[in-house]
């Protein structure tokens, strides 16, 4: 099993680009979740989806959009890139709302 | 925003030296997280805690839930070169939600 991955790990665009990035879970997970890690900073929520067809933001949802394409699989959305999205973006699933499991992450610069 | 303070922001210590670190809220959490991050990768849950008081032992790591069920603490016993990384508390909420809080940079020099 390979657990939780994300495509691509690394990625540069510049503002007002868009891009979406990939997850994939291979756990038969429910729920499934988008965060961003900044410097110095824990993670951060934003947006999650409790089950297959739901989705609902978390504390930093502007900017994004999310899909759930399938119980697998989990899009995130930057429609119009600004560099105050640069950041690392992890995915995570979890059966029910206990452990999650993190995928390794992709690294968005914007320009 | 974050309502989680923890501390030291980082720590650089000797290979065999004991490390301790805490977590404290400005809210009463039900339930106390922590996660380690390996340098490039996402965050592993490392020991889950649940009830105020209550005291969990994973291998080497110890941590405790406050009994004002705002704060946590988690111990590293015989530190080796392995627990290099950042340690994160966590609060679960509602809907699976977590809560992140800044997180403790653990450096051990060999």
Redesign the interface.
């Known amino acids: 099993n390979a657990g939780?991955t994300q495509t691509p790990k690394f990625q540069v665009l510049k503002t007002g680009q868009s891009m979406t990035l990939q997850c994939a879970q291979d756990m038969n997970h429910n729920?499934m979740?988008w965060?961003r890690q900044d410097p110095?900073?824990?993670?951060?929520?934003i947006y999650?989806s409790?089950s297959e067809g739901t989705t609902?933001k978390?504390?930093v949802p502007n900017g994004y959009n999310v899909s759930r394409l399938n119980k697998r699989e989990f899009s995130l959305r930057l429609e119009s890139a600004a560099p105050s999205q640069t950041s690392v973006y992890?995915c995570?699933s979890?059966e029910?709302?206990?452990?999650?499991f993190?995928?390794?992450?992709t690294r968005l610069t914007v320009l | 925003g974050?309502q989680?303070n923890q501390s030291p922001?980082s720590m650089f210590i000797q290979e065999g030296e004991d490390v301790s670190m805490n977590c404290t809220s400005s809210s009463i959490f039900n339930t106390w997280l922590w996660y380690k991050q390996d340098p490039?990768?996402?965050?592993?849950?490392l020991i889950?805690l649940y009830k105020a008081g209550e005291l969990t032992s994973n291998g080497r790591l110890t941590a405790q839930f406050g009994i004002t069920r705002k704060d946590s603490f988690l111990n590293i016993s015989a530190s080796i070169p392995s627990d290099v990384g950042i340690y994160?508390c966590?609060e679960?909420r509602g809907?699976?939600?977590?809560?992140?809080?800044?997180?403790t940079e653990l450096s051990v020099k060999p």
């Open positions: 939780v729920s979740y965060y110095g900073m824990g993670l951060r929520l999650y409790a609902d978390g504390e992890f995570a979890s029910g709302f206990q452990k999650q993190f995928g390794p992450g | 974050q989680l922001q490039g990768e996402g965050p592993v849950l889950a994160f966590a679960l809907g699976g939600k977590l809560i992140f809080g800044q997180g």
